[in-house]
């Protein structure tokens, strides 16, 4: 039986700093200079931006795909995330997946194929969104609705293991309390042993998270020049402003994020490629440039949104 739209919400590598080289003595180097080189490399150190994109780069390197069609896109996804339901779900008897919006659930729809209908052990799959628009759970806008009309409502997981964002404050428009409940849903499940924490951090896990990136760069709801994106306390933020409609939006945050065991990033089509090559080119005002996982962060891309990325990259 496929699932059922909810009565209740979810309230109810190695690493390798790089060095830096001081000629404390050499010809053509005063003491100022060097005094000015030494200044600059202390200042970088203790500058905690920096720190951070050299701990991204060191974490997870970035791996792309570039597929010919975006149905080859859509398949390869598919037997990606099948391939990781199987994983999770012999280990330990659950597969958390996170979801977003926009064309990515209809990509997922090679998912209902029936040899991924058969197969799949649907009712140990958990799902989550990465964001959601605080609107409705009927309303157009509604991340929710989009997955539920287009994929949830065609496969057999169970309704208590799809987590919406609480159905009263996505009514009223409360952007705060519904990132507050979401933020209290994960943690409750965290108790549950439903999903996992990252190492010693306590950060949620995620097996795979399934994401899309906007032709400005924005992943999740983490616009470029919006201070989410340096969020690191909450697990679940909120944003009121969005420069994309809806503006009430909430987010995981980018530590939750990148904690996640697998990071799917799927973009297609020529209006993204200006922002692709940004981020391949390590353009960290693009909050998709700082995307990494815990075991492989990959792009899949078709070919027009690879069209502009920098050779050798």
């Avoid at 994109?53 to 398949?75: G, N, Q």
Wanted: charge should be neutral; include cysteine; aromatic fraction near 10%.
């Amino acid at each position: 039986m496929a699932a059922r739209r909810p009565g209740t919400s979810a309230s109810s590598s190695p690493t390798m700093s790089p060095s830096h080289r001081m000629n404390s003595g050499g010809a053509g180097i005063s003491g100022k200079s060097t005094l000015r080189k030494q200044n600059a490399v202390e200042q970088e150190s203790a500058n905690p931006n920096n720190i951070l994109v050299r701990t991204i780069m060191a974490k997870t390197k970035r791996k792309k795909i570039v597929f010919p069609t975006k149905k080859e896109l859509s398949e390869a996804m598919a037997e990606y995330t099948a391939n990781l339901s199987a994983k999770f779900c012999k280990a330990r008897g659950y597969f958390t997946v996170v979801l977003s919006g926009g064309d990515l659930i209809s990509w997922l729809s090679e998912l209902l194929e029936p040899m991924y209908q058969e197969s799949i052990e649907w009712s140990k799959w958990h799902i989550f969104w990465v964001d959601e628009r605080v609107v409705p759970l009927d309303h157009k806008d509604s991340n929710y609705k989009l997955a539920f009309d287009g994929f949830l409502s065609k496969v057999p997981i169970p309704i208590a293991n799809i987590y919406a964002i609480d159905k009263d404050c996505a009514a009223l428009g409360d952007a705060k309390g519904a990132a507050l409940l979401y933020e209290e849903c994960l943690k409750r499940l965290v108790n549950r042993d439903i999903i996992r924490t990252y190492k010693s951090s306590g950060f949620p896990q995620f097996d795979l998270q399934l994401l899309g990136m906007g032709p400005d760069g924005h992943m999740a709801s983490l616009f470029p020049g919006h201070y989410q994106i340096k969020e690191k306390a909450d697990l679940v933020t909120y944003i009121t402003d969005s420069p994309k409609p809806p503006p009430k939006r909430i987010t995981f945050t980018l530590p939750v994020i990148n904690c996640a065991s697998y990071n799917l990033m799927a973009v297609c089509d020529e209006a993204q490629a200006d922002a692709v090559a940004k981020v391949f080119n390590d353009n960290f005002d693009l909050p998709a440039a700082w995307l990494t996982a815990d075991v492989e962060a990959v792009w899949f891309l078709d070919q027009a949104a690879a069209s502009k990325i920098p050779k050798g990259h």
